[in-house]
């Protein structure tokens, strides 16, 4: 079944569960679409440098999971920047 992000948020679903659909939704782009996961990456400004050492560093983990974590991360970061230069 392909995965869609528009089916990821989703507010019947749990953190963690919408967490694991956007990991896979990352796992399909890595399989089928590799220039689109980049250019989602480039557009949420996940930092490459860092998301290469992440990636080097727990080579064991799911690639998926992680780069879903660095995506929610540099959201929740931009997040605290427009609230901090809001006020």
Known sequence: KKLELKNILDDNKSIQEQFEALAAYVEQLIQTD??????????????????????????????????????????AEKLKWREKYRQ
């Open 34 to 75: 590799f220039n689109k996961l980049i250019a989602i990456l480039y557009r949420i400004d996940v930092n490459e440098d860092k998301l290469r050492n992440v990636l080097n560093e727990n080579k064991h983990l799911s690639s998926g999971k992680i780069i879903a974590k660095l995506m929610i991360e540099r959201e």
